[in-house]
């Protein structure tokens, strides 16, 4: 054979095998791109039950610190975590508000499965806002907050139930932290000149860890979960935060399928109970909130147009909401 022919026939072998490379690699790139995403199984989060926890807590009237809502609503979410099993601590506090007044708080933790060294930290505040402040009536009046603190409540309360009735447990300790005077900052449009008037029960708990010596791998905080039209931009104090986790979470969101309600985009920037615990506890911390400064109504409110108003009540809360954030939650827990 001459040289002409070898050298033609080692082209032509060479050409075949970078076809053959190029069919493998094709199919296998069209095959990642079409796959289905990998859930793990957990339990079923239950919309209506979460639902009827905030229900309940709109019924014991406004929590307000101070009033017999405020100390009803306490007492029950205590009963109902040491119903399921958790192992439930109280923190005491007192702080003053943007007024000068000395306020009485308590925080509450709730551990599931104490003893795994490895935890995830659940949080949302339990207090009502006292004040209708952005409403055009009743505004020296307190609100029903089933949404500002209502919702996040019973997305934690009915994910603890899940939890403790689950034959099948996560490998991870779930922590369910409810933060108290979350809501008692200065009225909307008043400038007091006073730093951090909101978030108090997290400031002290920062401040204060309980129990002693607690590290959770991260926190997750659940501020305003639960109503019609809700969407969860990444909160940009998060994304600076913690990206890594919000990443993680948003991720198992769309796996789900609820990517229309965890958008892929940064949103605004606020301030809530994640910042103490951020800056000052030194854990990482994100926040689910909803973020719609575009919604109708809303006038540039990056909160939407029913908060802080006697528009927060139960007639809000939407159970799908209730369920895309309770059920990606639950894959993100078994997913550690």
């Not at 309600?261 to 030194?282: C, M, R, S, W, Y």
Request: hydrophobic letters at 40%.
């Amino acid at each position: 054979m001459n040289r002409s022919r070898i050298a033609l026939l080692l082209l032509l072998v060479f050409v075949l095998t970078g076809l053959v490379y190029w069919f493998q690699s094709s199919n296998q790139v069209s095959e990642e791109n079409t796959s289905t995403p990998t859930l793990v199984e957990t339990p079923t989060f239950n919309p209506d039950s979460a639902y009827a926890c905030v229900k309940q807590q709109v019924d014991f009237g406004p929590r307000v610190p101070g009033t017999n809502g405020h100390q009803k609503c306490q007492e029950w979410i205590i009963a109902k975590l040491k119903s399921y099993g958790l192992q439930v601590s109280t923190q005491p506090f007192t702080a003053t508000n943007y007024a000068g007044k000395v306020l009485k708080g308590t925080n509450i933790m709730a551990q599931f499965q104490p003893e795994i060294g490895k935890r995830i930290l659940l949080a949302a505040h339990w207090d009502s806002r006292a004040v209708a402040d952005k409403d055009s009536i009743r505004k020296n009046e307190p609100i029903d907050a089933a949404n500002d603190g209502g919702s996040g409540v019973g997305v934690m309360i009915e994910l603890a139930r899940q939890l403790s009735s689950s034959s099948k447990k996560p490998s991870v300790g779930v922590d369910f932290l409810f933060f108290d005077l979350e809501d008692t900052g200065e009225p909307h449009g008043v400038d007091t000149n006073i730093q951090n008037t909101w978030a108090l029960g997290s400031q002290y708990w920062a401040a204060h860890i309980f129990p002693q010596n607690y590290r959770p791998f991260y926190g997750i905080l659940l501020d305003m979960v639960g109503a019609k039209g809700a969407v969860f931009p990444q909160e940009y104090g998060s994304m600076q935060y913690a990206p890594t986790v919000v990443r993680s979470i948003w991720s198992a969101a769309a796996d789900l399928g609820f990517g229309h309600l965890f958008l892929q985009e940064e949103g605004p920037g606020i301030t809530d109970d994640h910042t103490a615990v951020n800056e000052v506890a030194k854990i990482q911390m994100i926040d689910i909130i909803d973020l719609r400064p575009q919604a109708p109504g809303s006038m540039g409110d990056i909160f939407g147009p029913y908060h802080h108003t006697h528009g927060d009540n139960l007639s809000i809360i939407d159970p799908k909401t209730l369920q895309a954030v309770g059920q990606t939650l639950l894959q993100v827990l078994y997913r550690e």
